[in-house]
């Protein structure tokens, strides 16, 4: 007989698929699809328990969820005899180990490392959030997006207010800019804002001492885009790897390798944001937001250790260079005045 004894969810996350377990006492044909592209069509012969294991799911589905993060898969089983099984499921790309079924994650929580913990920004900070419900079709209704912001005035004097952010669709994975410029009130600063969406809600804390930060845009473990800011200073190292050798009777260099080695630093920051540090480290695909544009870095290296200590503060760093073969990037002064300034006087 031929039966499914550890099923896929119809939703789940890719982190989740671990173990999907068949119970048959014949050889049985699993067919795994995307849509019509077959990814697998293996025959299988079950072992003494009358069982067979059909392991890492995830890393045949990774390629497809990495260009599209929310996907519908289906597999089919057919034994000869038996009435053939056949199961569409819709898998979201997740890289961490979720203690909870993906349904509860992700009407609780915006897809970061974060899950609710709180993250320190500024206000020249480019910020967003993304959610889902797991849904591919439109269920014909909309999320709120609310924020709750606090503000202080000179006097010391704290001021709540309540904003709407507007709507976004039920089904696929919405975005929504949440950068603290967009939170003004005059007269007052910013101290904090906390954004909310169904029961997901994460706040944000206002630093106003506004120091130098390297701006790094990641695709994080959930393959959208999330920003995080290297606020402890940077640090240059060009390594030059020459390449020499006689031409016609004198030594030359015919070639130059470089690789201009930047290492950022965290500074000390909250332990809410560790786990957003180490998505950072193991991103494959991270960006130097830069005034003219994003520009497209490797890191190379990473130091995110740290220990349980009650008093613990840690900074973390990384290493990156430019994803470009040229790696000095050209710093062009900026115009002073226009063209309708008056050089009568100079």
């Known amino acids: 007989m031929l039966t499914v004894k ?42 003494s328990n009358q069982e067979i294991n059909v392991l890492d799911l995830f890393s045949l589905m990774e390629p497809y969820l990495l260009s599209s993060q929310l996907l519908q898969f289906s597999y089919s089983l057919s034994a000869s005899g038996e009435t053939a099984v056949n199961k569409s499921f819709i898998v979201l790309l997740c890289r961490h180990i979720v203690p909870c079924s993906a349904d509860d994650f992700v009407n609780g929580y915006f897809l970061t490392a974060l899950a609710g913990r709180d993250k320190v920004t500024s206000f020249e900070r480019t910020e967003t959030l993304y959610l889902t419900t797991g849904k591919l079709a439109s269920g014909g209704t909309t999320i709120p997006i609310m924020v709750e912001c606090v503000f202080v005035n000179d006097r010391n004097q704290l001021l709540s207010s309540t904003r709407s952010l507007g709507n976004v669709a039920d089904y696929g994975i919405r975005s929504v800019d949440v950068s603290p410029s967009r939170f ?4 007052y600063r910013l101290l904090r804002y906390t954004v909310l969406a169904g029961a997901r809600r994460l706040t944000f804390r206002v630093d106003h ?20 800011y290297f606020a402890g200073g940077e640090t240059v190292e060009p390594e030059l790897t020459r390449s020499a050798s006689y031409f016609s009777g004198r030594y030359r260099t015919y070639h130059v390798d470089e690789q ?28 130097l937001m830069d005034s003219s544009g994003d520009i497209p870095v490797t890191i190379i290296e ?12 840690f900074s973390f760093t990384v290493t990156y260079i430019h994803a470009s073969r040229c790696q000095q990037r050209m710093e062009l002064l900026p115009d002073i005045f226009d063209d309708s300034f008056d050089d009568t006087y100079n």
């Open 302 to 313: 990473s130091d995110t250790g740290r220990n349980d200590a009650d008093d613990g503060l």
């Open 184 to 187: 003004t009130q005059s007269g």
């Open 6 to 47: 550890q099923d896929i969810p119809d939703f789940v996350l890719s982190s989740q698929l671990d173990n999907f377990i068949i119970g048959a006492d014949k050889q049985v044909t699993f067919t795994l699809k995307k849509e019509s592209s077959v990814i697998l069509q293996e025959t299988y012969t079950p072992d």
């Open 260 to 287: 201009r080695k930047h290492t950022a630093s965290t500074g000390f920051i909250p332990q809410s944001m560790y786990l957003l540090a180490d998505d950072v480290a193991r991103s494959c695909e991270v960006y």
């Open 209 to 228: 001492g506004e120091p130098e930060t390297v701006g790094l845009k990641f695709r994080n473990s959930f393959g959208v885009l999330e920003t995080f």
